[in-house]
């Protein structure tokens, strides 16, 4: 059995639930507890704060978990990363009021710092020779500048309206975070076998995310033209239809580049275009 700790509640919760569901792991609904069963895998999930989640793992109470990566750099925790998984994506920044000209990272010298991230920011500072003095609070960081508590923070920014609904702005980003999924290297035989299988899943989930399966109706007269514009993919099947004079093309489209192949290929003279969604890509 391999015990992996995720969110209880809060930002990662709904997606790190998503992912496990995702990977064909189900947990029992009704009343829940700390720590779950799953029904049809050798996995039980304990649900912790996230602050909790890296010492959990170090510490072995938990075998893995799921949790940003800038909780695992603020508690200097022995635990490693084993996968990035994609969401939760935010950074630590630093934040002036509005109003105040920037000159540089020397600005910070001597100021006040309100944040909920002292390790993470006290290493930033003395890499960077800079003495500021940290205040350290918990929640509601942004609004320490507007009642003169501090001259600046540290904190989490992911669109960047919170600063601007508080007069602040983004001056140093320190650190890029995201969900990932940490471990140590002391697993059992058995446990890192179904550890094993979990990421695998995952990277399966994973990889079907940012694509999309599509298939199109093409006269055999534009199928060299059509085939031109799938460059990189690996070869399209082509398949017969009931008219002789057509054809159809299937293959699978990265997400990113989507519109621009679509208006491409119908351009080239693919016709009725139908574009599905991948669940699992098995690689
Ligand atoms: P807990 O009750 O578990 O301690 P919390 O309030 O500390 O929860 P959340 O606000 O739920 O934490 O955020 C969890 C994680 O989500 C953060 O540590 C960060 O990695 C990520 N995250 C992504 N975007 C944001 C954001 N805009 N604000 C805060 N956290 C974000
Ligand atoms: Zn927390």
Redesign the pocket.
């Known amino acids: 059995m391999l015990r992996i700790a995720i ?6 919760y709904d997606e790190s639930m998503a992912l496990l569901e995702e990977a064909g792991i189900k947990l029992p609904g009704g009343k829940r507890t700390l720590l779950v069963p799953a029904r049809n895998f050798p996995i039980e999930v304990l649900f912790l ?3 909790d989640i890296p010492e959990s793992v170090a510490s072995g109470v938990a075998d893995v978990g799921i949790v ?1 990566l ?2 695992v750099l603020e508690k200097r925790c022995p635990v490693g990363v084993l996968k990035k998984l994609g969401f ?3 950074r630590l920044s630093l934040a002036i009021p509005q109003d105040i000209d920037y000159p540089g990272r020397d600005w910070f010298t001597g100021k006040k710092i309100a944040t909920s991230y002292p390790g993470i920011l006290s290493d930033y500072l003395h890499r960077n020779g800079i003495e500021a003095d940290i205040h350290v609070i918990t929640g509601s960081v942004e609004i320490a500048p507007g009642i003169r508590l501090a001259d600046a923070i540290f904190d ?1 920014v ?1 669109s960047g309206s919170t600063l601007v609904s508080n007069r602040l702005k983004e001056v140093e980003q320190v650190v890029e ?1 995201e ?1 990932v999924l940490i471990g140590t290297d002391s697993l059992s035989g058995e446990k890192q076998e179904i550890l094993d299988e979990l990421i695998f899943r995952f990277e399966s989930v994973q990889a079907a995310d940012d694509k999309k399966y599509i298939l199109m109706n093409v006269p055999q007269t534009k199928l060299d033209d059509v085939l031109a514009v799938l460059p990189g993919i690996k070869s399209p099947t082509v398949m017969p239809l009931a008219d002789p004079a057509w054809c159809s093309v299937h293959t699978v489209l990265d997400e990113k580049r989507f519109w621009e192949i679509i208006n491409r290929l119908k351009a080239a003279g693919a016709e009725g275009i139908v574009v599905l969604d991948i669940e699992k890509m098995i690689l």
């Open positions: 969110q209880s509640k809060g930002r990662l704060r996230d602050d940003g800038n909780e939760g994506r935010c989490i992911s975070s969900a």
